[in-house]
């Protein structure tokens, strides 16, 4: 009955008013307090899910991975009420970049390849800024698009100042990470990458291509950042580690 009611609803408004309304379906549906996310502070029954279950925050759109990286910023690092920091965020996440704007001792950059999705134009494998200008650098889910991966390594430590720390995350998909640069074809490179514009998937051997560029890596794992009993809760996937990356 629910079902036929709203297709019956659909059918007689217009498009925006059924968006709108949809969202209000949706964030029904998910009622609930067993599940948290503490980048937005909202309470749902679930997470929405995205492929797997218990990924999105309908709230503020963060996925498991944000939430962690999240509570490590919160829990590992100085990065709130720290002394003025300087840092560096690349191709950011809307909800992240708000956050971190919003932050008084942050001085914020965002930077992307494509201009118009950050406040500045940036190519990671050729950083226009002079050395050791940040403090803070955070990457998600960057590297694996980058062909010159170990170049962008390379000139995110020249840019780093010593004792900065970078938090550079790729997904960790593969026993020892493959790349192929021949490969070109966007459905040949879905299928051995997992997605049509990703070059490579990384194993853990990931932590030694940061070191080779001259990072200290301490990878953290999810339990030792969020809690055992927040696993669940926050909908973190307990396989994923977070790779804060140190200035020699």
């Known amino acids: 009955m629910i079902k036929i009611s709203i297709k019956k609803i659909k059918k007689h408004i217009s498009e925006k008013r059924w968006e709108k309304l949809r969202h209000v379906f949706e964030r029904v549906k998910y009622v609930g ?15 929405k899910p995205c492929g797997r279950p218990d990924c999105i925050c309908l709230n503020c759109g963060a996925r498991e991975r944000h939430r962690l990286v999240w509570r ?18 690349i191709a950011p996440e809307p909800f992240f970049e708000e956050a971190f704007k919003a932050e008084e ?34 990457a998600s889910h960057v590297l694996e ?48 990458f997992g997605q049509w514009n990703h070059v490579r998937r990384y194993g853990p051997d990931y932590r030694d291509r940061l070191e080779d560029a001259g990072f200290h890596v301490t990878a953290y794992s999810a339990r030792e950042v969020v809690g055992e009993d927040n696993i669940r809760k926050m909908g973190i996937d307990e396989s994923e580690d977070v790779y804060c990356c140190q200035k020699r």
């Open 33 to 47: 307090m067993s599940r948290y996310c503490p980048i937005c502070g909202s309470y749902f029954r679930r997470f």
């Open 72 to 89: 490590f910023f919160q829990s590992h690092t100085d990065l709130f009420g720290s002394p003025p920091t300087k840092m560096l965020h």
């Open 105 to 138: 001792n942050i001085q914020y950059l965002s930077g992307d390849l494509d201009g118009e999705k950050a406040m500045e134009r940036v190519d990671v494998t050729e950083i226009e800024y002079p050395d050791e200008t940040f403090d803070t650098i955070y």
């Open 145 to 192: 698009h980058v062909p010159e991966d170990k170049r962008a390594m390379r000139e995110l430590h020249r840019v780093l100042a010593p004792g900065g720390w970078a938090v550079l995350q790729v997904p960790i998909t593969a026993e020892e990470t493959f790349e192929d640069p021949s490969v070109a074809d966007p459905d040949e490179r879905e299928r051995l």
